[in-house]
């Protein structure tokens, strides 16, 4: 069955980075685009970025120029590096594809930056 494990979250002062990582099981990886989504409490989950087979990518407009999505198809593995964190990008994020049959996601890793 379809399964991801995201890794790379944690707790960090606003101005840092982190990166996060999801490697993925059960899937042909190279054939489906990939994409991060956040939710914070009583809040919706949004898509954050996502990039598709061939690579190109798109962004929610508050995190671009400061994350960057990018998949290793060899490893199965997609990554989201977040660059100077703020306090709103506090949230769980989770990886996610999707086919005919519906969405696949990830158990998610939580980042937190403080102030």
């Known amino acids: 069955q379809v399964q991801f494990v995201e890794s790379g979250g944690g707790l960090v002062q606003a101005g840092e980075s982190l990166r996060l990582s999801c490697v993925a099981s059960?899937?042909?990886?190279?054939?489906?685009?990939m994409a991060w989504y956040r939710q914070a409490p009583g809040n919706q989950r949004d898509m954050v970025a996502s990039i598709a087979i061939g690579g190109s990518t798109k962004y929610l407009d508050s995190v671009k120029g400061r994350f960057t999505i990018s998949r290793d198809n060899a490893k199965k593995t997609v990554y989201l590096q977040m660059n100077n964190l703020r306090p709103e990008d506090t949230a769980v994020y989770y990886c996610?594809?999707?086919?005919?049959?519906?969405?696949?996601w990830g158990q998610g890793t939580q980042v937190t930056v403080s102030s």
């Open positions: 996610q594809t999707r086919n005919l049959y519906g969405n696949y």
């Open positions: 059960g899937i042909t990886f190279s054939s489906f685009a």
